[in-house]
């Protein structure tokens, strides 16, 4: 393997060899043909399973990998740069990662696991066209084809947790709401509204499950969300409070400077 090499792709049978550098310099794909693999993954053991999809951003913690006798995957590891440097909707981006660290493991329908490997194997064959005149231009449009597509099939995962919430005890409805929201939503009171009950009620419901209050789980969610639009360069810091549907720039800032401890223009400095 070359060590300029932006995308590789390969299958493998009862062992994988995974490049040396993965979880530093690759987003990992796994597509699970048969047999199961096992992983430790944010201190929970997981389990992925023939037609199943494991995504692994590249930078986090993934150890303690075992492999059935029978496996079979298809994998794809994704230079970090050139996904990230590529990514054409900062809030999709965001639901992604966010979804990847807490549910590393996609369960696709018939339709969607031919799209997988359809893009798998688009997006390799690009990277490996050195020759074409336009080629960085059309690996970068690539790229941002598959994620689009990728992002296709994680909204379906999404809208199946949702439906599962919707039945679900009101703390959990609230985290969905809160998962969806908090881009713009910071106040107890829209989300005690959604679900036909007091802020008062919200976050004794919270303090009984977590004690953490409902405020702090809105906190939480919203900070994971500015660190990741502030990680992303391209996005001012103007757009990054208009996106929030802050204000004021100032107001955003001073906002910051409370969950961060810095403003946005120090925090970037120090990444």
């Known amino acids: 393997m070359s060590e300029n090499q932006k995308v590789i792709l390969y299958k493998t049978a009862s062992t994988a060899e995974f490049p040396e550098d993965f979880q530093t310099r690759f987003h990992t794909h796994v597509y699970c043909q048969s047999g199961t693999v096992k992983f430790m993954f944010n201190d929970k053991q997981y389990q992925c399973k023939k037609g199943e999809f494991i995504f692994w951003l590249a930078g986090l913690d993934v150890s303690d990998l075992s492999f059935s006798a029978n496996f079979k995957a298809t994998l794809l590891f994704v230079d970090s740069d050139l996904l990230s440097s590529n990514v054409p909707s900062a809030n999709a981006s965001i639901d992604s990662i966010i979804h990847s660290r807490e549910n590393p493991i996609l369960h696709p329908n018939k339709n969607d696991k031919e ?10 064959e690009k990277s490996q066209e050195t020759n074409h005149r336009f080629y960085e231009e059309i690996l970068k449009l690539q790229m941002q084809i598959f994620l689009l597509e990728m992002w296709h099939i994680f909204e379906d995962e999404l809208d199946r947790r949702k439906r599962s919430f919707q039945s679900g005890t009101l703390y959990e409805r609230f985290l969905q709401l809160v998962q969806e929201h908090s881009m713009q939503e910071r106040e107890v009171r829209f989300y005690s ?29 919203a900070k994971e969300r500015i660190m990741l639009l502030l990680q ?40």
């Open 193 to 221: 509204d959604k679900l036909n009950i007091t802020p008062k009620y919200l976050n004794y419901i919270c303090k009984v499950n977590t004690r953490i209050t409902a405020s702090e789980w809105i906190q939480r969610y």
């Open 115 to 124: 799209k997988i490997l359809k893009n798998f194997q688009l997006l390799y």
């Open 232 to 271: 992303n360069k391209t996005l001012n810091i103007s757009e990054i409070a208009d996106e929030m549907d802050f204000s004021s720039r100032s107001f955003f800032t001073r906002y910051v400077k409370k969950l961060l401890g810095v403003t946005p223009k120090e925090y970037r400095e120090r990444i």
